[in-house]
């Protein structure tokens, strides 16, 4: 089984931060890549960053790029993404994803077969 739970959205004004929390569970399966999506009301999801497990390579999307950071902690099975600078168009529900099969670095919602149950960012003007 594999289990994602997202935490650490909240409401915060244009300029600030958050850090978003992804807790995972594997058995008896591991998971091999990581990711943040978003999706806003209306839109599609769309990749954020995504981090592969076993080597250190990280893959951002061009709108968040030097402004969010995604990280992980193997030893507390916990995926970060550390979000500054924070901007309205940054609003979206934000789901941690897995791929427990290969270690593939994209943005691709159909390369992640995983899902979180997703947590709200809200940034004010």
């Known amino acids: 089984q594999v289990q994602l739970v997202e935490s650490g959205g909240g409401s915060v004004p244009s300029g600030g931060s958050l850090r978003l929390s992804c807790v995972y569970s594997?058995?008896?399966?591991?998971?091999?890549?990581m990711a943040w999506f978003r999706q806003a009301p209306g839109k599609e999801r769309e990749g954020v960053a995504v981090i592969s497990t076993v080597v250190e390579t990280t893959m951002y999307a061009d709108s968040v790029k030097g402004r969010f950071t995604i990280s992980q902690d193997n030893a507390k099975k916990t995926m970060y993404l550390q979000m500054n600078n924070l901007q309205p168009e940054d609003t979206a529900m934000y789901y941690c994803?897995?791929?427990?099969?290969?270690?593939?670095?994209?943005?691709?919602?159909?390369?992640?077969?995983?899902w979180g149950q997703g947590t709200q960012v809200t940034v004010s003007s």
């Open positions: 594997v058995y008896p399966a591991s998971v091999n890549t």
């Open positions: 994803a897995a791929n427990v099969h290969y270690n593939v670095i994209n943005l691709e919602v159909a390369t992640f077969g995983y």
